[in-house]
């Protein structure tokens, strides 16, 4: 009976391990009456992109745009012959940045609640529609770096009185196309080390998209140095935190060697660095005095004797085109708890 299945839980949990527990209570039937699951509007042609998750794994998540509005139906899956009294169903969508030193106090930006149904009681499955409209202007898009995340999610509550609420969250990446930069100016320095060595670079542009090629030369006007070979280095610096409390961290994204062996007076060397096989994100100033991330372009020469010399330039980047998982990927997405 049930009031026996009872006592032989109660009585094995005390002595048994949570997940022993769970599982003894699921074969009795105790186990959770109902399942809810999220469907974005329009799922099945959802772009998807791929994206590194809080431990690091990649995530597979449905992409939406600043302009897109976040709809969809929320599913209530009840056992057969169950029922579920609540206090009210509601559904959020949330904007957050997580800082890794503080990442249980995540800042939310953006928080929008939808209510889907008054406090009652459930005796059947039943779905709801959801919208919100024009939620995602503020530009931000999702970023997941080394100390710092941006993320949106949509999570659903189902409130209770005598239980545990029930929620369910699934995250979504939201990336922002922005019109091509009216002035761009293209990047000309003269470098050097008095006597001994003086070379001017010129990079076409200052700015430049995700899926753009960095052109420009590197024109030798003194060398008394003896020069082994000479590299460009892309950098993302990321920034967290602000006024003293602010944390710098540098990553070199790619290395490409645009010359080996000793150079001449008044040699020219070609530069032709694409961007898009590597994994950048827009450039981001200041995101609520949170975060930042810059990228740089480092010129290193490497004498024989293995020093180094360089020279760093900032370069801003921003988004030409959507990014997105081929269509005739067949794996769903699976950031969803």
């Known amino acids: 009976t049930k009031a026996t299945n009872k006592r032989v839980f109660l009585a094995l949990s005390l002595s048994l391990p949570l997940s022993s527990a769970l599982s003894i209570m699921s074969f009795f039937g105790f186990g959770s009456v109902l399942d809810v699951d999220i469907e974005f509007a329009q799922q099945k042609v959802l772009p998807r ?18 302009s897109d509005s976040v709809a969809g139906k929320v599913h209530c899956n009840l056992k057969p012959g169950k029922k579920v009294d609540h206090m009210g169903i509601k559904i959020e969508l949330i904007g957050a940045i997580e800082l890794l030193y503080d990442r249980g106090n995540p800042y939310e930006f953006t928080s929008l609640v939808r209510d889907l149904a008054a406090a009652g009681e459930m005796t059947e499955s039943t779905s709801y529609d959801f919208e919100f409209a024009n939620a995602l202007g503020n530009g931000h898009e999702t970023y997941a770096g080394d100390n710092v995340r941006l993320r949106y999610f949509v999570r659903v509550q189902i409130s209770r009185q005598y239980s545990s609420n029930i929620t369910k969250t699934v995250d979504f990446a939201v990336q922002n196309v922005v019109p091509e930069p009216e002035i761009n100016n293209s990047i000309k320095m003269e470098v050097g080390i008095e006597d001994c060595l003086h070379i001017e670079f010129e990079y076409n542009k200052s700015r430049y998209s995700l899926q753009d090629v960095v052109i420009g030369k590197i024109y030798f006007l003194l060398v008394r140095i003896k020069i082994k070979h000479m590299e460009i280095v892309i950098i993302k610096r990321e920034s967290t935190g602000s006024g003293a409390t602010v944390y710098n961290e540098s990553s070199n994204i790619s290395k490409y060697e645009i010359m080996d062996g000793a150079p001449v007076r008044g040699e020219s060397i070609p530069v032709r660095l694409f961007l898009s096989p590597y994994d950048l994100s827009p450039t981001m100033k200041n995101v609520h005095n949170k975060f930042s991330v810059k990228y740089y372009l480092n010129l290193v020469l490497v004498d024989e004797e293995d020093r180094r010399y360089f020279k760093q330039q900032e370069i801003q980047l921003w988004r030409k085109s959507l990014r997105t998982l081929p269509t005739s990927k067949k794996s769903g997405p699976t950031s969803s708890k």
């Open 49 to 66: 992109v791929n994206q590194r998750g809080i431990n690091g794994d990649i995530e597979t998540l449905y992409l939406f745009t600043g």
